[in-house]
C-alpha cells in the first residue's frame, strides 16, 4: 500500500520525533520545574531538527536561539529568583487516571483512522529558495513590513507593562 523508502532522513524524523514526544511527555509528568523545564527544551530542540529536514534553517536557528535557548534561561531565571513553597501534592485519583487513559486511546483512535481514510493529494516538487535566509529578510522587509513594525511596537508595550507591573510588586 505505502511505498517507504528507508534513509537517513526517515530515520532522523523518527528520532526526531521521539525526542519531541518524550520532551512533551516529561514536560507534563515531571514534577520538579527545573526538570520541566529541561524537558521543554528537548522538545524544542527536536523541533529545530524537524524544521532542519524540511531544509529549513533559519526557522531552525530561530527555534534553538529563541525557544531552546533564551525562553529555557529565562524560565530557570524566573524559578530561582523567585520563593517555592512545598505544597502538599494532591492524592492520587485512580478513576481521573483511568479516565484520562481512555480519553487518550479514544483520541489516538480516532486521529488513526482519520489519518488512514484521509486521502492525501499527491506531493508536488518542491523547490527551495537558493538562501532561505535572504528570501525570508526580503519578504518580511518588503510584503511583510507593517505586521513586522506593529509586532516590534507590541512587543516593546509588552516590555514596558513588565517593568511597570514587576515595579508595582516591588513597592
Known sequence: MFNIEFSGEFAAFFVFSAIMISGAVLMISLDKVVHMVVSMAAAFLGLAGMFVLLEAEFVAFVQVLIY?????????????????????????????????????????????????????????????AEDNTMAIGQLLYTGYVIPFELLSVLLTVAFIGAIVLAKKEAD
Open 68 to 128: 531552546a535557548g533564551a525562553v529555557s534561561i529565562l524560565m530557570i531565571f524566573g524559578i530561582m529568583m523567585t520563593k517555592h513553597q512545598q505544597g502538599e501534592r494532591e492524592p492520587v485519583k485512580p478513576l481521573h487516571e483511568t479516565l484520562a487513559a481512555v480519553g487518550t486511546l479514544c483520541l489516538f483512535g480516532l486521529l488513526f483512522y482519520a489519518i488512514r481514510s484521509t486521502a492525501f493529494p499527491e506531493p508536488q516538487p518542491f523547490q527551495a
